[in-house]
């Protein structure tokens, strides 16, 4: 029976405020074989955020240079700030078996699905937009017409909730967390991932009973 190798791609996106950097972390921490992809970005570090863990802070110049060098799996502006996915490290990890989680903007999980015909797009969704507003508002990084202007594009990209596979409600974390580990779980079992393995099985059965 051949092995199974290669990870799965998978896509975690929704408005500003739904909590998806929070669940992304509780996945990271109770399951050994995710891992997720750092993105690059033009935007400054705001407190606490380290450069190469939470992003890859670069400028303008270099970022475009990127570009130009094909070395990004998705790139997008939003808010005035260039976002990018590096190409190279998610096959890196693809290819050895690690899940690989992009935890992206909605613009950037749309490229990557025009050009991959593997990932698997979770799409999530606070339990109402008075709470997405008050965790924004707690954030406390952001001016009043910075608020405003996150706060009516929220409204504009949970219409997009129907591009993904799947959509998952953040009101606790745990539970999102739990539902998003069964979608995993799903997907690996899903006939055209795991089908060369089954045929390779049943010419294995073909195989023995011809020797018995």
């Known amino acids: 029976m051949t092995d199974v190798t290669r990870g799965l791609l998978i896509v975690i996106s929704g408005p500003s405020g ?8 509780e996945l990271l921490d109770k399951n050994d074989d995710l ?43 939003v808010y005035g700030n260039f976002y990018g996915t590096p ?19 909605i613009q950037g999980a749309l490229k990557v699905k025009e050009n991959s015909k593997e ?22 990084s952001e001016t009043t017409e910075s608020l ?3 706060f009516k594009s929220a409204y504009q990209e949970i219409n997009y909730v129907s591009k993904y596979n ?9 539970e999102a967390v739990k539902k998003i580990e069964a979608i995993l779980t799903a997907e690996k079992c899903r006939v055209d991932r795991i089908k060369e393995n089954i045929l390779d099985s049943k ?10």
């Open 87 to 105: 190409k190279s490290k998610v096959e890196e990890m693809l290819l050895s078996g690690k899940n690989v989680i992009l935890e992206i903007d």
């Open 119 to 140: 990932g698997i797009f979770v799409f999530i969704l606070p339990p109402s937009m008075e709470e997405l507003k008050q965790r924004i508002i707690k954030r406390g």
């Open 35 to 77: 891992y997720i992809s750092v993105s690059a970005t033009t935007r400054n570090p705001r407190d606490g955020e380290i450069d190469g863990v939470n992003y890859y802070f670069i400028d303008r110049s270099e970022f475009m240079k990127k570009i130009e060098a094909d070395d990004f799996l998705e790139y997008a502006e």
């Open 18 to 25: 739904a909590g998806k950097g929070t669940i992304c972390k």
């Open 166 to 174: 799947y959509a998952v409600v953040n009101d606790q974390v745990e």
């Open 203 to 212: 010419e294995g059965v073909i195989h023995e009973q011809l020797y018995d």
């Open 148 to 150: 405003m202007t996150r």
